[in-house]
Structure formats: structure tokens, C-alpha cells
């Protein structure tokens, strides 16, 4: 069972920035896509942020230059640093990780956290 963890949100104002992170647990032999994905009120689940294999990076246009997507093998944790966060980027925020554990595929998702953006 890979487990992931998130922690980082907050209630932030227009213009500020806050961190994320996601780390893994369990015995993870290997992880090939690590990316966060954020859920508005009313809204679906829409693709944020992407680390793919070969250490590519994949935005929504709506963050690129403002948001960064980053891991640390180490930890099997990934980030997600959100500057010039704007009221819009309210939502509830999602880790995926997607590898293979012991030869078998798993695709986890953290529990999600809140992230509020006040004007």
C-alpha cells in the first residue's frame, strides 16, 4: 500500500505564496509520475502540475511561471511552491504518484489539502 501524506495549505492572500508537499510511505520500488492536481467548488479535478519520466515538467497555463513542481528522490516526497497566488487558485489540492511496487502498477492520491486565496 503506498500511502501519501500531504501538508501545506493554508489561507493565503492575493499576491503571497505557500508550499506543498506530498511524501510517499511503504516499501515503493519505483515512482514514475509524481504531479498535483487541484478541485474547485463545482468544478473537476484538473491537472496542475506534472513531474514525468525523464525529469520533464507539465503546467496548466493558467500557473505556469508562478507555480514549481519539484521532488526529492531522498524523501519520495514532490512540492509544489505556489507564488503570486491569485483568489481563482482557491481549491482543494491533490498529490498523485503513479510507479510500480514489487512489479505491479499503483496509482495513489493524497488525501488533499485546502488551499484559500483571499483578495
Known amino acids: 500500500q503506498v500511502q501519501l501524506v500531504e501538508s501545506g495549505g493554508g489561507l493565503v492572500q492575493a499576491g503571497g505564496s505557500l508550499r506543498l508537499s506530498c511524501a510517499a510511505s511503504?516499501?515503493?520500488?519505483?515512482?514514475?509520475?509524481m504531479g498535483w492536481y487541484r478541485q474547485a467548488p463545482g468544478e473537476q479535478r484538473e491537472l496542475v502540475a506534472a513531474?514525468?519520466?525523464?525529469?520533464?515538467?507539465n503546467y496548466a497555463d493558467s500557473v505556469k511561471g508562478r507555480f514549481t513542481i519539484s521532488r526529492d528522490n531522498a524523501k519520495n516526497t514532490v512540492y509544489l511552491q505556489m507564488d503570486s497566488l491569485k483568489p481563482e487558485d482557491t481549491a482543494v489540492y491533490y498529490c498523485r504518484f503513479r510507479g510500480t511496487r514489487w512489479g505491479t502498477p499503483f496509482d495513489s492520491w493524497g488525501q488533499g489539502t485546502q488551499v484559500t486565496v483571499s483578495s
Open positions: 511503504g516499501n515503493i520500488f519505483r515512482i514514475n509520475a
Open positions: 513531474l514525468i519520466p525523464g525529469g520533464s515538467t
